[in-house]
């Protein structure tokens, strides 16, 4: 595998060997492996979870593949993952593109609980995939709670997030798999809804509803520039680690004194201003401008034209706009700078469903 550098000054440089391993290794049961009464039920649980908006890490310093956490702030929106699992004697059978996540995760499951039997399981993700909208966190948590509910609830949701988060993994060459970044804010919104901010080590410090009833385009623009892979490294723990050893206290600052308050108002119009700051801030910074200054352009011509909240997800290039104005309002602002709207959606405050069929 690959060995990437990793500097953060001067005097900041160390080496990271991205090590490949098969499904069902390396597995991290977080201290949870223990003989649990499992009931496994009859029927299908299907677990229908929203995707996520991912706005900024606080501190890239504090996360690495392998290694979760790095805090965050994201949200839910209603574009939907769901997996579908039926207990069975023995084996284990996957109808989804990415076998090999969906094993691993079984496996940990597998470990943690001691469950014998086997599992049918179903996937399908919302096909928007590392464009900033949380396919694999969505799909993964949707896996965890399917499980869990199968084989009869023996987890709580604050332990399968948790479960997820530190056995967060990606495809590599071959059938193997690979720890990657995950700060815990998917996971997080997809379970309960609505607004989250993650501290370190995947904890959730607040949650709360979101701009209830408020419309979310999605649009993205276009970028030859890839947010996946050996290039993500390469943005997150360089450059990205340097703005955040500058701005990580700024960003905390914000999320205390001033997101929480404007949550509790659901004050759109200042939750904007307030992420509008952050684009420009720490590591959130090296995320847009890796792909390039022209997303600054779309997004202040967004701004400008009166949106009231506009941020990029994630590493990009998918710009969220949460606002009161209908579609045909937000589509000529959006014609005008050359761009479409991708996805129409709302933001989800509910979290994920789960049903029962016998």
């Excluded at 009931?39 to 890490?57: D, E, F, M, N």
């Excluded at 370190?200 to 623009?221: M, Q, R, S, W």
Aim: charged share 25%; hydrophobic share 40%.
């Amino acid at each position: 595998m690959a060995i990437m550098k990793i500097r953060g000054g001067d005097l900041d440089l160390v080496e990271y060997e991205f090590i490949s391993f098969h499904p069902g290794e390396n597995i991290r049961t977080l201290g949870l492996e223990r003989s649990y009464p499992l009931s496994p039920v009859k029927g299908t649980v299907t677990v229908r979870s929203p995707a996520r908006i991912h706005l900024t890490v606080f501190d890239m310093n504090r996360f690495a593949p392998g290694r979760a956490g790095g805090g965050g702030l994201g949200f839910a929106l209603q574009l939907y993952c769901s997996v579908d699992v039926t207990c069975t004697e023995s084996g284990i059978e996957i109808d989804y593109s990415r076998e090999g996540i969906i094993r691993h995760f079984v496996e940990v499951f597998r470990k943690v609980t001691g469950y014998k039997g086997g599992f049918r399981i179903r996937a399908r993700d919302h096909q928007h995939q590392h464009v900033g909208l949380g396919s694999t966190s969505t799909v993964m948590i949707s896996l965890a709670n399917a499980l869990n509910y199968a084989v009869g609830s023996p987890l709580t949701p604050d332990q399968l997030r948790k479960l997820v988060g530190n056995n967060y993994v990606e495809e590599t060459a071959g059938e193997t798999i690979a720890f990657a970044f995950e700060t815990g804010v998917g996971p997080a919104v997809s379970t309960y809804g609505g607004m989250a901010i993650m501290g370190d080590e995947l904890t959730l410090a607040y949650h709360h509803p979101f701009a209830e009833g408020k419309n979310v385009f999605v649009v993205i623009p276009p970028s030859d520039i890839s947010s996946a892979g050996t290039k993500e490294f390469d943005l997150l723990m360089n450059k990205a680690r340097v703005l955040d050893y500058r701005d990580r206290e700024l960003k905390a600052y914000l999320m205390l004194m001033d997101m929480i308050p404007a949550l509790e108002e659901d004050n759109l119009k200042r939750i904007g201003n307030i992420i509008w700051e952050i684009e420009f801030r720490g590591s959130k910074r090296a995320e847009v401008e890796h792909h390039s200054f022209e997303i600054y352009h779309y997004m202040s011509q967004l701004r400008e034209a009166g949106l009231e909240f506009v941020g990029m997800s994630s590493v990009g290039p998918s710009i969220a706009i949460i606002t009161e104005k209908d579609r045909a309002f937000v589509e000529e602002i959006v014609k005008k700078i050359g761009l479409s709207i991708t996805v129409e959606s709302k933001i989800d405050n509910e979290g994920l469903m789960i049903h029962h069929s016998c």
